[in-house]
């Protein structure tokens, strides 16, 4: 079993819908949690640290469950321009290694 | 004012050369980071720097020797390359351990 799972996806979805994706961890002594975006040949780039309270920045919410050891992305009111590969990384303990998933592909349809 | 620059930014070689790839970031960061994402899109961790300190080597062939000169820069040279290394080579850096990293734009590595 892999140590962070994603589903690959794709997730094709019409403009305007609300869309969640999970990244399940297997590691318990995982602490820092994130959600990363990477366009088609382009670098990762940060979406949001996912935080225990969860967190929200926009029509962007994160959130951590422990008990189940997995975070979610929603996307609400999703735009052409959401269109990517959304990554989950996971920090172990304080560490500097990351492990990150292989990515859930998304595809906002007009 | 790029945050994380790599160059170059393509480079195409045949096997057995060696080649170096340059990371500098202007972020302030402690820590600096190299992945490898290869052609399924797996970004796997490679090494992990702390200020100009290796921390982690991920069972990377001793091929690849990264270099720190300063927190600001670490580079990588790979020896003797070979098909298997084509891929895409992603510095990145965090403020400290655990934090937000913040990825280059990418070296898109082809061996022939």
């Known amino acids: 079993r892999k140590e962070v799972e994603q589903d690959p996806g794709p997730f094709n979805v019409p403009e305007g819908a609300t869309v969640a994706f999970n990244c399940t961890y297997s590691?318990?002594?995982?602490?820092?949690f994130f959600w990363y975006r990477q366009d088609c040949r382009k670098e990762p780039k940060l979406l949001m640290s996912?935080?225990?309270s969860g967190n929200e920045d926009g029509r962007f919410t994160a959130q951590l469950n422990r008990a189940s050891q997995y975070i979610s992305l929603l996307i609400r009111d999703s735009k052409l321009s959401d269109s990517a590969t959304y990554l989950c990384?996971?920090?172990?303990?304080?560490?500097?290694?990351?492990?990150f998933g292989t990515g859930t592909r998304l595809k906002v349809l007009a | 004012d790029t945050a994380v620059s790599q160059t170059p930014k393509y480079l195409v070689t045949q096997m057995g050369n060696d080649k170096s790839i340059k990371c500098e970031q202007n972020?302030?960061?402690?820590?600096m980071y190299w992945y490898k994402q290869d052609s399924k899109k797996f970004l796997k961790i490679m090494f992990s720097?702390?200020?100009?300190?290796?921390?982690i080597n991920e069972t990377v062939p001793n091929r690849f020797s990264p270099k720190s000169p300063d927190k600001a820069h670490l580079n990588l040279h790979i020896n003797s390359l070979e098909l298997g290394d084509s891929a895409v080579y992603f510095c990145?850096?965090?403020?400290?351990?655990?934090?937000?990293?913040?990825f280059g734009p990418g070296t898109r590595l082809l061996v022939l």
């Open positions: 990145a850096s965090s403020l400290r351990a655990a934090g937000a990293q913040y």
């Open positions: 590691n318990s002594a995982s602490q820092s």
């Open positions: 996912v935080y225990s």
């Open positions: 990384a996971v920090n172990r303990g304080g560490t500097y290694k990351y492990i």
């Open positions: 972020l302030g960061h402690d820590t």
């Open positions: 720097y702390n200020n100009k300190e290796l921390i």
